[in-house]
């Protein structure tokens, strides 16, 4: 899984690269649509994150015939999301309007023509992430890295072909990108249900099953809310920061994707977690779903270590590879380095929402990390203006309350009764 976060944001980095090549204005478009891309994304992951807590605790229990019939219904839910998604095309220009784009600039048309692609292209999204969810309740995580190595590999030919256009095809510019990523999570999907059913795993075509769908979406909706409360905070906050420069847009953007790295190797601990801690659960045990979280915890941490020194040492020489003037560069350095003293609250976040993922209780994590990430907003304020730190101020107020949602996802995990399912379990 940690393998596959990295091939994740390879993914970031591939569009970051080619669209860069399209002008630092396509560069800052990105950076603000970056967002946006997440929501959709983390829309997307609502079934996905549901299939995999009751999968796992399918598997813990011993009762793997339910592991297809769960995918489908899954299936269902992606779709439903995928849909609903559609209805925000309309109003897209709005989200550029929050983050302080000034209307009718090039950024904001650069940045609509992506947006309009991504929500278009959501169901690919959304029902990669459900086929994925299966392998990761099953442990099957070498199929998922062999699929995502597959689709990075797709998508980093399709970019600059759709961006650019080939033969008598004419480009698609920074849209071409958001085409290309949603053509790589189509084949993500299909390759996904080919290996399922290789694996003995039959996903059919049923009916729809209210009940199953629910049960799904009461698993994966707080964890998605959550993301999507994170992404509109950054949309707030965007507001703040574009007050400063529009280079120090293009700096978060640039900046996030660098990060990645580091969260995608959180992300693959936290399935790890989950699944560890959701066949405990389901096989009854108490005390083995204690310790998955709190080795999974120790392991991330450590590991973001080395990553942290890296990113704090390289910040200069990656963001250069990245943007072309120099103030981009210099406000990205400052950004990146900042957040690099909070990677270890980062992981200890993950973690343990991973551990809340595997009980099925995803409640407390979705109150933790909304609160802790609103929080950011007065706190970005006072330090920015108030105290006068300016836009450093933003970024410290990013990276605390990373550490503290850190510690306090740590703290209520441990005081949360652990469901006793068992094998006997309904």
């Known amino acids: 899984m940690v393998a596959i976060g990295v091939l994740k944001s390879c993914y970031f980095l591939t569009d970051a690269y080619f669209v860069g090549k399209l002008g630092d204005d396509a560069l800052i478009a990105l950076g603000g649509v970056a967002f946006a891309w997440w929501m959709v994304l983390l829309s997307g992951e609502l079934a996905g994150t549901g299939i995999h807590s009751l999968v796992a605790r399918h598997i813990g229990a011993g009762k793997s015939d339910r592991i297809g019939p769960t995918t489908t219904q899954g299936l269902w839910v992606a779709l439903a999301v995928a849909v609903a998604l559609l209805g925000f095309i309309p109003i897209r220009e709005g989200y ?26 959501a169901s690919t999204f959304a029902v990669h992430a459900a086929f994925t969810g299966t392998f990761r309740g099953l442990g099957d995580t070498r199929t998922a890295l062999l699929i995502t190595a597959i689709t990075l590999v797709v998508n980093a030919v399709l970019d600059p072909l759709l961006i650019w256009g080939f033969g008598p095809i004419p480009g698609l510019g920074i849209a071409g990108a958001a085409w290309a990523t949603s053509a790589a999570n189509s084949l993500g ?60 847009m293009a700096a ?44 999974a915890a120790w392991m991330c941490v450590l590991a973001t270590v080395p990553m942290s020194i890296a990113l704090f040492v390289f910040a200069e020489p990656l963001f250069a590879f990245f943007a072309n003037r120099p103030e981009t560069v210099a406000a990205g350095v400052i950004y990146l380095r900042i957040q690099t003293v909070a990677f270890a609250g980062m992981a200890l976040e993950a973690i343990y929402e991973g551990g809340f993922t595997g009980t099925g209780n995803t409640i407390p994590a979705f109150w933790i990390g909304a609160i802790g990430t609103f929080a950011r907003l007065p706190l970005a304020y006072v330090l920015a203006w108030p105290l006068g730190f300016g836009i450093e101020g933003i970024w410290w107020a990013i990276a605390s309350t990373t550490i503290v949602k850190g510690i306090v996802m740590w703290a209520w995990f441990k005081r949360i009764e652990l469901p006793r399912l068992g094998p006997e379990a309904p």
């Open 252 to 295: 978060l953007g640039v900046g996030h994707r660098l990060e990645s790295f580091p969260y995608m190797l959180c992300v693959g601990f936290e399935v790890g977690a989950a699944t560890m801690v959701g066949q405990y659960v389901g096989a009854g045990d108490r005390e083995g779903a204690d310790r998955a979280a709190r080795v």
């Open 96 to 121: 550029f309007d929050l983050l302080g784009f000034a209307a009718g600039s090039i950024e904001q048309g650069l940045g609509s023509e992506y947006l309009l692609a991504c929500l278009l292209g």
């Open 189 to 248: 999907a299909l390759l996904g249900w080919f290996f399922l059913r290789r694996g003995g795993v039959a996903v059919t075509i049923e009916a729809p099953e209210t009940e199953k769908m629910k049960e799904i979406a009461i698993i994966g909706a707080p964890v998605s809310a959550r993301g999507i409360a994170f992404s509109m905070v950054y949309v707030l906050l965007g507001r703040f920061i574009t007050s400063f420069d529009t280079h120090q």
